[in-house]
């Protein structure tokens, strides 16, 4: 069995649940891939908080040096967030010759031909599949099983915290405030839900599915953004008049006089797939001129559909090394 040793950067929410996940289906993957994947290092500074999991003392270091400068760490998990020190790190660790799998949205959206272009130039891998939809296998399906078509429109719910506050103000005819703070309390919003509310976190992926499905480069700061912190009751019921839910949409289409994208709350049909895409998941809608229309449906978010992701990008790397 080929033993394959890993260095994560980060053990928050999403690094401890791809570490529990790893370890939840280690056996099957060993069994299914023939791969021993060991997590050998792990960049944290809070080494005593209780997880939730059994992490060997030995394994933490607070010198990021340490990962990069093992040459027997062949992967790297960055699971930090954020856009700085993540990009630096990344970019470290593949100039030491080290594959990257990657969550980070933020950092990715920012320095895409950054990391990208290191990537190419020390011949080694960069994945990040879960940095879209979470524990929705888009990036593979569109840079492999679907590379075969030119696509003319994307539509997206890319964001399970705006999608969670959307469905209740539907369904339960509540304010966005009082739904906000349900969201709060039960953990589905963050206490502080700018970057979600203020729809930041999708333009983030929709500047990446930007360049993965029509390659074009827009930074996030360039894709027109509104939130949904104006909607009302009044703008539900009118959208429900009409046969219509409001979704905050990540929309692109390509149109004679070039790419138009937006992030924007935008009335869909109820006969529209997206329309029945309820509480925190997201979906994806794409429109190709071979496979015709498509939606891809699941748990955009969570530690442990993100780490179903990353894990996947981690094995088919380790395959080939």
């Known amino acids: 069995m080929k033993q394959v040793n890993i260095g994560l950067l980060g053990l928050g929410n999403i690094g401890t649940g791809t570490y529990k996940a790893l370890e939840m289906n280690r056996e099957h993957i060993e069994r299914t891939t023939g791969l021993n994947l060991q997590i050998t290092k792990i960049l944290e500074i809070d080494t005593e908080k209780d997880r939730g999991i059994f992490v060997e003392p030995a394994k933490f270091t607070q010198d990021p040096e340490e990962v990069f400068a093992d040459p027997g760490i062949r992967i790297v998990i960055e699971l930090l967030g954020g856009v700085e020190p993540a990009t630096g790190f990344m970019v470290k660790a593949m100039q030491a010759g080290k594959h990257v799998v990657t969550a980070n949205k933020a950092a990715l959206a920012e320095n895409y031909e950054i990391l990208t272009g290191a990537a190419r130039e020390h011949g080694v891998s960069l994945r990040f599949e879960a940095s879209v939809g979470g524990g929705i296998p888009l990036i593979a399906a569109i840079t492999q099983s679907l590379a075969a078509n030119e696509f003319t429109e994307l539509q997206g719910i890319l964001n399970g915290t705006t999608n969670y506050i959307l469905t209740k103000m539907q369904t339960q005819g509540a304010s966005y405030g009082d739904v906000l703070a349900e969201a709060q309390a039960k953990g589905f919003a963050e206490a502080d839900p700018t970057a979600d509310v203020c729809g930041h976190d999708v333009a983030n992926k929709l500047s990446i599915l930007l360049s ?58 109820k006969d529209h797939p997206l329309a029945r895409v309820n509480n925190e998941f997201n979906a994806l809608f794409l429109k190709g001129n071979a496979v015709d229309d498509l939606t891809m449906v699941g748990k955009g978010a969570g530690p442990l559909p993100t780490a179903s992701a990353v894990l996947g990008d981690v094995i088919e790397i380790a395959k080939g090394v």
């Open 212 to 269: 993965l499905v029509f390659g074009e480069r827009v930074k996030p700061g360039d894709i027109p953004t509104t939130g949904i912190t104006d909607i009302t009751k009044e703008d539900i019921e009118e959208a429900a008049s009409q046969g219509c839910v409001i979704k905050l949409l990540a929309s692109a289409s390509r149109t004679p006089d070039g790419l138009v994208y937006f992030v924007q709350p935008s009335w869909v049909n």
